[in-house]
């Protein structure tokens, strides 16, 4: 049971390019999400997944687009990168019948935008 | 919209001595409550929510709606609870889960 996994660990992208970022979880959780953390900013929400084929936008989303097509996964992509978007960048995914909605996170991917 | 606060940025102290993570709130609904830990190297994880009410690792948290606050606390500090903290609020059934985040708290336990 590996949980909650994010791919890649570390990138580093130059200013246009574009990437993916992976999230898979082996939990059969209904709800994934993907957060960016910043020094002194905490974590804030980029975009959410309540079920397969269902996204929605969280506090941050511009400069961002996101994919679940199957329900163990959820795409984070950026489409032209900035160095802005320079940050680490987390998934994590909860189960809707637990009341308390217990969020498990993956390790993170380090990314740099040059 | 709700807003979560930790105004100590980095908390450092000595071993054995007490330990306060501060957090407030500002929601008009009724929240629920939760901390979360990152060790070094390791990936960010629950530590407590205000809900079950129970101590973990010798820390607790009460949840005081008067003062909109959910402090975290331990007696005697360890080296191993060196970490970062995170206070993150539940708006309300409704949100799909999702957490506001307080921008955390670097606990430095020096012995």
């Known amino acids: 049971n590996a949980g909650v996994t994010q791919t890649p660990k570390f990138r580093v992208l130059k200013t246009g390019q574009s990437m993916t970022l992976l999230c898979a979880q082996d939990?059969?959780?209904?709800?994934m999400y993907w957060y960016r953390q910043d020094p002194g900013m905490g974590l804030r929400l980029i975009h959410y997944?309540?079920?397969?084929?269902?996204?929605a936008k969280g506090e941050v989303p511009d400069g961002y687009n996101v994919s679940r097509l199957k329900k163990q996964n959820f795409l984070l992509g950026l489409e032209s990168a900035a160095p802005s978007q320079t940050s680490v960048y987390f998934c994590?995914?909860?189960?809707?019948?637990?009341?308390?909605?217990?969020?498990?996170f993956g390790p993170g991917t380090r990314l740099t935008v040059l | 919209a709700q807003r979560v606060t930790q105004p100590e940025k980095l908390l450092s102290v000595f071993k054995g001595a007490p330990v306060e993570l501060k957090c407030n709130y500002s929601?008009?609904?009724?929240?629920?409550l939760f901390w979360y830990v990152q060790y070094s190297r390791q990936r960010l994880q629950l530590l407590l929510r205000?809900?079950s009410r129970e101590s973990i690792k010798g820390f607790t948290a009460d949840l005081n709606k008067g003062e909109t606050s959910f402090h975290l606390k331990k007696p005697f500090a360890q080296e191993e609870d060196s970490a970062m903290y995170y206070c993150?609020?539940?708006?309300?059934?409704?949100?799909?889960?999702?957490?506001?985040f307080g921008a955390g708290t670097q606990v430095v336990v020096t012995p």
């Open positions: 929601y008009s609904g009724s929240p629920e």
């Open positions: 939990m059969n959780h209904e709800y």
């Open positions: 205000h809900i």
């Open positions: 994590a995914s909860s189960y809707p019948a637990r009341t308390e909605h217990e969020q498990f």
């Open positions: 993150a609020l539940r708006a309300s059934p409704d949100s799909w889960g999702k957490l506001q």
């Open positions: 997944s309540v079920g397969e084929g269902t996204t």
